[in-house]
């Protein structure tokens, strides 16, 4: 036998002639490239819903943005009532508290400190 035949091993199943070398190697060629195909596939799924679900998201952005946008313009308009509330109840305070130091405070000139002071000295007695 010739070099050739041995190393390639022929069989016959009727007419055509197979080369089982050949098949094998084939098989082995192919099954990465199954693989690989296999694994692009998921790939370009796994795309394909990525970008369903960003649309999605978009979708869902919007409103969130507006309810969003709304909660915080009425959370500022309830920080401005507070402030609103504070300086009229501040300013009240301040009204009450001048209305009370003008009744309960008597209002004195400079002459009045003396007769304080002979107060003091009377009461303490003639003795001294």
């Not at 098949?23 to 192919?30: C, G, P």
């Not at 919007?62 to 309810?67: C, G």
Request: charged content about 20%; hydrophobic content about 40%.
């Amino acid at each position: 036998m010739s070099s050739f035949h041995n190393r390639f091993h022929y069989f016959s199943l009727g007419t055509p002639k197979i080369n089982i070398t050949s098949r094998s190697k084939n098989k082995k060629i192919n099954l990465p490239q199954r693989q690989a195909d296999e694994v692009t596939e998921i790939m370009l799924n796994n795309f394909d819903k990525v970008l369903e679900r960003d649309g999605k998201l978009a979708e869902l952005e919007l409103p969130f943005s507006k309810t969003t946008k709304n909660l915080a313009q009425k959370r500022w308009e309830n920080v401005r009532c507070r402030i609103y509330l504070g300086l009229v109840v501040g300013i009240g305070l301040l009204i009450i508290l001048t209305v009370l130091l003008v009744i309960f405070l008597p209002w004195s000139s400079g002459d009045s400190s003396a007769p304080h002071a002979q107060d003091a000295g009377a009461a303490s007695g003639p003795g001294g």
